[in-house]
C-alpha cells in the first residue's frame, strides 16, 4: 500500500471513529455515550446508582423514571421492575394480584401508556385492572398533604370493566398488591386501597418503585 493510500485509510478510519462517537446512543441519564446500547438506554454507572439510592426519588433513580414516563422509553419498565421485584418479594409473596394504579383516560390516550401497568405486567402475578380514575386530578407535586388527600378523594372506583368471575377470583378476599412508580403522601395509593378494600380484598398492599 502506497503512502497516499496508506493516509486515506487512515483518515478513513478516523472519520468513522468520529462518527460513531458523535452518533452514539446517550444514556438517557448521564448523557454519555453507551457502549452497549442494545443493552437498554441507561449506562451501568446509572443502573449502579439507582440501585444504591435505596428507593428514594432522587437523583439517578428520579432520572430513570422520568426517562420511562416522560420519554416514552418503555423498555425500561423491565430492569425497573426487576428492582421492584428484588425490594418487595416480602411484600409479594401470597399475593393473588397485582392493580396497577390508572390514569384518567385522556392522560392515558395523551402518554401511549401507563407506566404502572407497564411494571405491574412483569411482576410474574396476574394483572387486574379494577380500578377506574373517575376524574382527572390536579398533579401532586406541590401541593401540601392535605391538598393531596382532597385531590384524589373520589377519583377512584371499581372499573366497569372489571368481570365478575375475575373480581371473585382475584380481588374478593383475596391478597391484592397495587403498583404504582412514586408515592409521595401516600394519599393516591390510600384512595385505591379503600376502593379495593370495599370492593371485598382482605388485604392491600403497595409496590413503588421510589419514595418522594
Not at 452518533?23 to 441519564?29: K, M, T, V
Not at 428492582?83 to 418479594?89: N, Q
Not at 401507563?114 to 385492572?129: G, K, T
Request: with cysteine; hydrophobic share 45%; glycine share 8%.
Amino acid at each position: 500500500m502506497g503512502k497516499a493510500q496508506a493516509l486515506r485509510a487512515a483518515l478513513t478510519l478516523t472519520g468513522n471513529a468520529l462518527a460513531g462517537a458523535c452518533l452514539a446512543p446517550c444514556c438517557a441519564c448521564c448523557h454519555g455515550p453507551l457502549e452497549s446500547p442494545l443493552d437498554g438506554p441507561v449506562c451501568p454507572r446509572c443502573w449502579e446508582d439507582a440501585r444504591a439510592a435505596g428507593g428514594r426519588y432522587d437523583g439517578t433513580l428520579r432520572d430513570i423514571i422520568h426517562a420511562m414516563k416522560y420519554e416514552g422509553r418503555r423498555s425500561l419498565a423491565v430492569p425497573l421492575a426487576a428492582l421492584l421485584r428484588d425490594r418487595h418479594h416480602a411484600t409479594l409473596a401470597g399475593a393473588s394480584a397485582v392493580v396497577p394504579v390508572p390514569l384518567f383516560p385522556w392522560r392515558r390516550l395523551r402518554r401511549g401508556f401507563n407506566q404502572a401497568a407497564d411494571l405491574a405486567a412483569l411482576l410474574d402475578l396476574p394483572v387486574v385492572h379494577a380500578l377506574w380514575r373517575v376524574r382527572p386530578t390536579a398533579p401532586q407535586t406541590g401541593l401540601t398533604a392535605a391538598q393531596r388527600r382532597r385531590n384524589v378523594r373520589g377519583a377512584f372506583r371499581i372499573s366497569p370493566f372489571l368481570r365478575r368471575k375475575t373480581r371473585a377470583r382475584c380481588i374478593t378476599d383475596r391478597i391484592v398488591v397495587l403498583v404504582d412508580d412514586v408515592m409521595t403522601t401516600g394519599a393516591t395509593s390510600a384512595a385505591c386501597a379503600e376502593v379495593l378494600a370495599e370492593a371485598g380484598a382482605r388485604d392491600v398492599r403497595v409496590v413503588t418503585l421510589a419514595r418522594a
